[in-house]
Each structure stands twice: as C-alpha cells, then as structure tokens.
C-alpha cells in the first residue's frame, strides 16, 4: 500500500511503556504508522489538531483532560474524527459516556492485537467497532433510568459516606429535597438502600471511590 494510503494513527495514553507496546504493534503492519503520541487528554487535542490523524487510539483516565472530555473537544472542531477508546474500564457508564463524546469504537487493553488492527481499519472505514460484551453492557446502560445532574451529585455525596445534613448543607439544598433526591436514586438504580445504591454506582462505573 502506498504511503498516502497508510492508515495515520495517533495513540492518547499516560503510561509509556503501554504507547510504546501499542506503536510497535501498529508500525509492524505495513498499511498503519503512528504519527503521534500523546501523554494526557490536553496534548491528545493539540496533537490531533497538528497531526489530523485518521484514527485516535485514546485512554480514558488521564491527567490534564480526561479521556472522555478530550474526545468531546476534538469532536467539538473535527466532527468525522474517528476516535477509539482503548481502556482498562469496561463499566456500562464508561463505555456510554465514551461513545456519547463521539468514540466510534471502545476497546479494553486486553484485546489481541489482530482486533485491534481490525478495529482501526473498521474504523477507518467509517464504520463503528463495538464488540460483543462491550455492546451488551451499552444496551444495558441505555435501559437504565437517566440520573440528573442533581442526583449525581447527591449520589457522589452519599459515596463519600456523607448524611443527608451534610448534603443538604453541601449542595445548598433542603435536606427535605435530599431525602426526595435520595428516594428516586434508589428507585432508579433498582435499590433499596444507601449502601446498595453506593455499590451500583461503583460497580457500573457512575461514581468513584
């Protein structure tokens, strides 16, 4: 394949040895080369605007801008961007907030490496690489009842072991209203306390200890 038809990758990841491993990978297959590489989400948008890669190889937890907030900036200005999260999270919440930024693809770090090349032409293409496990938790996810940007926040309080005083003066809210923004989180992560509700949203990837 000739040169102005080689597959342009750019790799977004804050762990080296992991971006090397990546390039090697990627610079073996004669129709793919890694023009750029970046270390945290601020670095991956000025490289993809210098670089204007075909296909961005981007981690979601990294310093500076996170994965997710990186791929909304550079499809902010860059709307056929063809973005692939490769990531060691595989909660239904990370993998629907990935792909709402506008990811067409979402890989976990375990892939072989023959998928991820097969991911990278399949994006390339314009097509979206979702695979099987990965699309099922979405599905899952986009089942489950939306949280409001309110209960998020009462949700990420109640992690921190917080009460509902606490909340309610934290937020600047009734502790009356907390107790109503308690009561409907339950309801829709399908719960019937706080300490469950805590477990659910650790577990699906909604808030973080």
């Known amino acids: 394949m000739s040169q102005t038809t080689t597959i342009r990758v750019l790799i977004a990841d804050d762990h080296s040895i992991f971006r090397q491993g990546l390039a090697t990978i990627i610079n073996r297959d004669p129709d793919m080369k890694v023009i750029a590489q ?3 989400g601020e670095q991956a948008i000025a490289a993809f605007r210098e670089h204007q890669p075909d296909v961005t190889l981007m981690d979601l937890r990294m310093p500076e801008v996170e994965g997710v907030a990186a791929i909304g900036a550079i499809r902010a200005t860059a709307k056929s961007a063809r973005i692939i999260v490769l990531t060691t ?3 239904d919440e990370d993998i629907y907030r990935g792909l709402q930024a506008g990811a067409k693809g979402y890989l976990l770090k375990e892939t072989e490496p023959d998928e991820l090349l097969n991911a990278i032409r ?6 979206q690489y979702i695979p099987p496990d990965v699309g099922a938790k979405l599905v899952q996810r986009l089942s489950n009842p939306e949280l409001s940007e309110r209960e998020l926040a009462v949700l990420r309080s109640l992690a921190q072991g917080m009460s509902n005083a606490e909340i309610a003066d934290a937020l600047s809210i009734g502790e009356g209203t907390v107790k109503s923004h308690v009561n409907r989180i339950l309801n829709k992560l399908d719960v019937s306390d706080r300490t469950q509700a805590v477990i659910v949203a650790v577990k699906r990837g909604i808030v973080s200890l």
């Not at 399949?122 to 097509?127: E, I, L, P, Q, S």
Request: proline letters at 0%; charged letters at 35%.
């Open 122 to 127: 399949t994006v390339h293409r314009g097509r």
């Open 38 to 40: 970046a270390e945290n």
């Open 89 to 91: 999270y595989d909660s």
